[in-house]
Structures are given as C-alpha cells and as structure tokens.
C-alpha cells in the first residue's frame, strides 16, 4: 500500500483534471483510478473489475472497461498492450515495461529515461495514449521452461 496522504492527492488531482475537462466524477472513476494508485503492479479489467465489486456491487465489467479507456485518454493511468491481454498501471511517472512474449508477464524496466521520446512527441504534437517504450522479449522463467538455463 502507498502513502495514504499522497494517494488522496493523486485522487484530488483526477477530479481537477475530470472537471476541467467538463466531464463528471463519478465513484466507479475514482474507485478505478484509487485501485491503480493503491496496487502496485499491473491489472487486467477483470482483475480491477473484482476488487471494485467488493465496495460497488453493482458495477459492471463494461463499466470498468469504460472507465479504463476513459482515464487511459486522460493519461493518467497507462495501457499495456501484451500478446493475450491488456494491463492497466497506475503509475503516474514515465517508464518503460518489459514484456514476455511467451507468458505475458509484464516488469517495470527502471533506469530507463523515457523523457525524450515523450517531448519528442509532443514537439511533434502527438498525443501520447499509451506508454511508449514496452520492450519485448522471453522472461528468465520462460528462457529455464524452454531450455533449462538463462540466455
């Protein structure tokens, strides 16, 4: 669990961010985006979709979809597109993913500066909608499953 205080800023900064927008506040948006921050790791909707249910019983699975897609545009949450599903992260800095192409386990790859491709996009007026640097390749469990040692 992260910092209480500093979540309850993150969740501040959503609804100053919806309101500019002219959008509307809603709980299941801020239940989403308060699991995001919360959790640490990488979900998929049906995972975001059975923590929510516990205080909102009556949300739906389109729902979460929804509001994934709709704070994914915002850019305050982030879209891992892996080879059998979609992972969302709530982490809020820039940073690139390392992906497995053999079980689709997904790792935050720190260490890496992904500051100038995102102000290289910007200069060139694009609007970043998912995280731009996810790199592909087998994770060391798979490389031991498939050959017995590491590469």
């Known amino acids: ?14 609804k100053n961010i ?5 959008d509307r506040i809603t709980k299941p ?7 995001l921050v919360t ?12 923590a929510v249910k516990q205080s909102m019983p009556d949300v739906t699975l389109a729902t979460i ?18 080879q059998s599903e ?24 720190s260490g890496v500066n992904t500051s100038p491709i995102l102000k290289t996009a910007k200069n060139q007026h694009w609007r970043l909608t998912q995280n731009p640097v996810s790199v592909f390749g087998i994770c060391p469990d ?7 040692s590491l590469l």
Do not use: W
Request: proline fraction near 2%; charge should be neutral; charged fraction near 20%.
């Open 1 to 14: 669990m992260k910092n209480v205080e500093n979540i309850e800023n993150k969740i501040e900064t959503l």
């Open 18 to 22: 919806i309101k500019r927008n002219g």
């Open 29 to 35: 948006r801020l239940a989403v985006y308060q699991y």
């Open 39 to 50: 959790n640490a790791g990488h979900f998929n909707a049906q995972q975001i979709f059975n």
């Open 65 to 82: 979809y929804n509001v994934l897609a709709y704070l994914s545009n915002l850019g305050v949450i982030q879209e891992i597109p892996t």
């Open 86 to 109: 979609t992972l969302y992260d709530g982490t809020e800095s820039p940073h690139a993913h390392l992906i497995c192409m053999e079980c689709g386990k997904v790792q935050d790859l």
């Open 142 to 148: 798979c490389q031991k499953r498939s050959s017995g």
